[in-house]
């Protein structure tokens, strides 16, 4: 594990070898079949006690965070508290989301009653990234345990210890030995356990071709599968906008994380008219943030999380300026440091020939667009192979209704930033993946949908 801040290497974990992964699938496998045969009351005061360890222990989960991936406290911070609440989320929602739903007059289809039932597949196991190391595992596992499954997690290399913390979690919380367990290995055996008859189903959080790959494997094994991939999402800005108050979220949409998130607004289409007054607005908000010591409570961007995210989005700009892009705006980093340090950037004409007209930017990286009229900025925002969230702004209400109709993606926000929210379905279409977590769709992801017919 190596500090992004400082480039050095804080400790080594140890990969679980062979026989230790099996004795791991094994064990999910076993809980499984007993969390079956408990009831929904019991597994959330399971969950319960395990969202009370977890906020507990906020302030040294949140360091570990800080540690292994370099956002900033404050930001990390949150994220355990948003896991909590997810975790509480589920435990208080689960049996109604996954009640029996009668079917009205069953007597249409011949029988005196006739239901859908949702009941737990088995075995998931979870692929996942290090941009949010707690969150994006908890938003599976919350859901996934309350529905009776059992949990197998196969963490980013980089995150050990958020890996591991979680894997002790929810045993200390009272759900059975097993029910989730953390695989300390590479990505090489992440096919062979998708193939393991085992595993009922596997969700993957991550890049476009990890999710080709798992996706892949999960076909070859006829296994259910949900992939939230990477995202280049649309933040349109049109005339009738309230522009001081989009370009401050539009900061918060690009910047927070380091700029290291799927759903960040990445890709600024702003109509001529308010083009200007926008970009100056943007451009001065991005030069004043504070890039530093991500445990500094005054810090506002950290480091990239790896040396090879860090020389890639460095790439990605270069490429673009090359071609002609101009940088508006850039953020002063510290000097005289091996971290993984990238300067916040705001760029404007970046045309197709360019990496980032085609690619996602995973860093902070803002790249604006001029756009004559509302049609070319929905051109504009559904050009891209990507298609997770979007954000528009807007206060004319028929523009409002033709752009929500019309942004091709898995969430459009109006006049606010893309969010994740336990209470709402999350995912994205095209090459940002399918399926959907969060919401009463993210338990039931992992559900059998049983048709029950009664004569």
């Known amino acids: 594990m190596t500090d992004p801040a400082t480039g050095q290497v804080v400790r080594k974990a140890a990969a679980h070898t062979p026989p230790e992964v099996e004795r791991r699938v094994r064990a999910a496998h076993d809980a499984a079949r007993v969390l079956r045969g408990t009831d929904f009351a019991t597994r959330a005061s399971w969950m319960r006690e395990s969202a009370a360890l977890l906020e507990a222990d906020a302030a040294d989960v949140a360091r570990a965070i800080v540690t292994e991936m370099g956002k900033p406290i404050r930001q990390a911070r949150d994220e355990v508290a948003k896991s909590v609440r997810t975790m509480r989320f589920y435990a208080g929602h689960a049996a109604a989301f996954l009640a029996d739903t009668p079917l009205e007059a069953p007597e249409r289809v011949g029988a005196r009653r006739a239901l859908t039932r949702y009941q737990p597949l088995g075995v998931v196991l979870a692929v996942m990234p290090w941009n949010y190391p707690i969150w994006q595992v908890i938003r599976f596992a919350a859901p996934a345990l309350m529905a009776g499954n059992a949990g197998l997690l196969k963490h980013a290399p980089n995150v050990p210890d958020s890996a591991l913390y979680l894997d002790s979690l929810f045993a200390r919380g009272g759900f059975p030995a097993g029910a989730f367990g953390a695989l300390l290995a590479g990505s090489d055996v992440v096919e062979g356990i998708i193939a393991d008859p085992r595993i009922a189903a596997v969700t993957l959080t991550g890049s476009e071709g990890a999710g080709r790959a798992v996706g892949a494997a999960a076909g070859r094994a006829i296994k259910k599968a949900v992939l939230e991939l990477g995202g280049s999402d649309p933040f349109v800005v049109m005339p009738s906008a309230d522009v001081g108050k989009a370009a401050a979220t539009a900061l918060a949409a690009r910047m927070n994380n380091n700029g290291q998130s799927c759903i960040a607004g990445k890709r600024f289409i702003v109509h001529t008219d308010v083009y200007d007054e926008f970009a100056g607005l943007f451009a001065e908000k991005i030069a004043a943030l504070t890039v530093g010591d ?80 509302e049609q070319e900025a929905v051109a504009l925002a559904n050009g891209t192979p990507y298609g997770l969230s979007s954000s528009v702004w807007t206060s004319d209400p028929e523009q409002e209704r033709r752009m929500i109709d019309a942004l091709e993606a898995g969430a459009v926000f109006v006049n606010g930033m893309s969010v994740s929210y336990p209470e709402l379905p999350f995912g994205g279409i095209r090459n940002s993946g399918y399926g959907r977590e969060l919401g009463p769709a993210g338990i039931r992801e992992f559900c059998n949908m049983k048709t029950v017919w009664i004569a």
């Open 294 to 373: 991500p445990f500094d409570e005054a810090t506002d961007i950290g480091p990239i999380a790896t040396a090879r995210g860090r020389d890639e989005l460095a790439a990605q700009v270069d490429d673009a300026v090359a071609h002609g892009a101009r940088v508006l705006a850039t953020a002063a980093t510290p000097a005289d440091t091996a971290g993984w340090y990238y300067p916040p950037t705001l760029l404007e004409g970046v045309g197709p020939e360019c990496r980032l007209f085609r690619e996602e930017a995973f860093g902070p990286v803002a790249v604006l667009y001029r756009a004559r009229d």
